[in-house]
């Protein structure tokens, strides 16, 4: 079965909530600061229309994360967590053991205990106290492609290094929508300045 690994890039804007973001970034030099597994429908849908807006989504969003009334390892509807595509990079790649990573993805989602806020430190700081109980997003999807039989090996990676992992098994990093597509939604986005759809994700 073939699974979507979404990469996202933080915008550099200054806002209060991308400042976790723009750290992991700079820290682990890389543009993206937090990463999803992206499932599809039972049709085995990603997107319904070319154009790869919000609501064309299909399928389910898993990852751990503390934005939004989110704290730690969930399942989202696709169509809520793409909500700005422009943001979004991505790998497709085929799950050898899919049912085994769908297990365990639903086991963290039911057992959740919060979000591995300890986790974090083992990016900003020579200090780190794994927290074994909860999950940072990039660890629940390196556990997740390593039960999937993708990975050999789990644990608490950065986003950069879960990109770089499926690189190096000669897979592709793709932009969810094109250049074009991008500067027809900032058309858009500049004749709806009421828009609150902005949002910063945790790593």
């Avoid at 997107?47 to 609501?55: D, E, L, Q, R, Y």
Wanted: include cysteine; charge should be negative; aromatic fraction near 12%.
């Amino acid at each position: 079965m073939k699974v979507r690994i979404l990469l996202y890039r933080t915008p550099w804007k200054l806002k209060f909530k991308y400042f976790f973001n723009w750290l992991i970034s700079i820290r682990t030099l890389s543009k993206w600061s937090h990463v999803e597994i992206w499932t599809p429908d039972e049709n085995g849908r990603f997107t319904m229309a070319p154009n790869n807006s919000s609501m064309d989504n299909w399928g389910t969003c898993w990852t751990s994360t503390m934005r939004d009334d989110d704290n730690g390892t969930v399942k989202r509807d696709a169509s809520k967590v793409l909500i700005h595509p422009e943001n979004w990079d991505y790998i497709e790649i085929e799950v050898p053991e899919y049912d085994a990573m769908i297990g365990y993805m639903n086991q963290e989602v039911s057992n959740n205990k919060g979000y591995a806020k300890w986790d974090i430190l083992k990016f900003v700081s020579p200090l780190h106290f794994p927290d074994n109980d909860r999950n940072i997003c990039s660890e629940i999807v390196n556990d997740a492609l390593w039960y999937g039989g993708v990975f050999t090996k789990g644990g608490i990676v950065s986003p950069e290094e879960v990109c770089q992992k499926l690189i190096d098994l000669g897979h592709e990093v793709k932009s969810l929508v094109n250049q074009d597509q991008i500067k027809e939604q900032d058309n858009d986005k500049n004749n709806n300045t009421n828009s609150n759809n902005d949002r910063g994700l945790g790593l």
